[in-house]
């Protein structure tokens, strides 16, 4: 089958390669730097080019041509997609909407205002900061910059003052406390399969500490302490009635409280890097489960460290030389580039994800580890998390 995947980062080349597992013609655009038995389309989102490709289906990676309504574009010219109208988008690129979605629905969420001025952000911070806090979203696509998690009154209106003048409507959400994991479906309009929780980690540095960036590493699969089985059900009845049940992905954000699992957001895309610890450990093909196929046993842990540039999440720039990938390593590529000569450049905020499969935990930390180390950025050892997988190595 002939398939374009459309996209530059981790993710896609995730996908990529999945695709190409199941032995189809892929074709991948813009892409980045990584190298492989795929067709470069570098004219990306150019539809009339498209057209030309004639793909079976394109697959659309990243949030904001999503939601600018690049799936309805090429439903028009009569090509098949995977993933969500704008319209369907609006799970993700609207919180607001997306929290009154859930509320329609009765679906576990923190309880929620929306603000459209500094009045009314005040009137809901009050209403629904308490002693464990308050957080305060953008409602819009803000690319992970639009949220903080406030600890007190005070913080929250400073937050929300800032984020009105940015990004103008806000969602004020109470402050739920517990862990979090990464609920991945893969929706159909006649059902959908759910992939194994995986975690995210979030911040710069170990410990969760330092900034909060687009993930420095995942981990799969992770604990849950209820069962999901309600939910999912309840959840896909509740898209099924208002047309949303696409042929795409639907990443929801779960958090374990003592009270059950809520639901933190959707996302409508697969998560990055969820996605590359999910794909590199599928038990089935890939574009036969996009289809429902039933998938096998998942077996091992599997791990992604992300390699940063050093001036991450602020900079990343200037660019530099990347050395010493192992030829044996599974290396995405997420911020790199090629010169002419066929070197390799970082080209982005994180730059490559090293993804390690193993029997446990502590198999799979020592193998990515051993690869990290070899790598460097202008002959020094990039920026990662050392951390990554180690509290869950030593629970087994
Ligand atoms: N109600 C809440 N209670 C506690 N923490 C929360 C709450 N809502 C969000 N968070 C924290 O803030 C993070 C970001 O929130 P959210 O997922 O809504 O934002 P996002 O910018 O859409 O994220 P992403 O870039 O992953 O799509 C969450 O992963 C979680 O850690
Ligand atoms: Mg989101």
Not at 5 to 28: I, K, Q
Request: proline share 5%.
């Amino acid at each position: 089958m002939r398939l374009l995947v459309l996209g530059s980062g981790g993710r896609e080349h995730a996908m990529v390669r999945a695709l190409l597992r199941g032995g189809h013609e892929v074709h991948w655009g813009p892409g980045n730097g990584a190298r492989g038995d795929w067709q470069v389309f570098p004219d990306a989102f150019n539809l009339d080019r498209i057209q030309a490709l004639s793909p079976e289906l394109v697959l659309v990676g990243p949030e904001d041509p999503l939601a600018d309504g690049l799936v309805d574009k090429l439903q028009q010219r009569g090509l098949k997609a995977w993933g969500p109208t704008a319209d369907q988008a609006r799970l993700e690129s609207s919180k607001a909407w997306s929290k009154q979605f859930m509320r329609r629905h009765g679906l576990p969420t923190a309880d929620f205002a929306v603000a459209d001025t500094l009045e009314e952000a005040q009137a809901a911070i009050r209403r629904l900061c308490d002693h464990q806090g308050v957080v305060v979203k953008a409602d819009g696509l803000a690319a992970g910059k639009g949220v903080v998690v406030a600890d007190d009154e005070g913080s929250a209106v400073a937050a929300a003052q800032e984020l009105l003048e940015k990004y103008g409507r806000l969602v004020i959400e109470r402050r739920l406390l517990g862990e979090e994991a990464s609920w991945i479906l893969l929706l159909r309009p006649d059902g959908f399969q759910a992939l194994p929780l995986a975690r995210d980690h979030k911040r710069l540095r170990d410990g969760d500490q330092g900034p909060n960036t687009g993930g420095m590493g995942t981990v799969t699969p992770v604990g849950s302490p209820f069962a999901l089985d309600k939910l999912g059900r309840d959840l896909f009845a509740a898209l099924e009635q208002e047309q949303l049940n696409y042929f795409g992905s639907l990443f929801v954000g779960l958090l374990f409280t003592a009270e059950g699992p809520q639901i933190l957001e959707f996302n409508c895309r697969l998560g990055d890097p969820e996605t590359e610890v999910l794909l590199e450990s599928m038990p089935g093909d890939f574009l036969q489960a996009l289809h429902g196929e039933a998938l096998g046993e998942w077996q091992g842990c599997c791990l992604d460290v992300v390699l940063a540039h050093p001036g991450y999440p602020e900079a990343s720039s200037p660019s530099m030389r990347i050395e010493g990938i192992p030829e044996e390593a599974t290396v995405l590529h997420a911020g790199t580039r090629r010169d002419e000569q066929g070197q390799l450049w970082t080209a982005g905020g994180r730059v490559l994800h090293l993804v390690a499969h193993g029997k446990t935990y502590e198999e799979a930390c020592e193998k990515v580890y051993a690869v990290a180390s070899q790598i460097t950025f202008d002959g020094r050892p990039a920026h990662y998390r050392t951390d990554i997988g180690r509290t869950l190595a030593r629970q087994r």
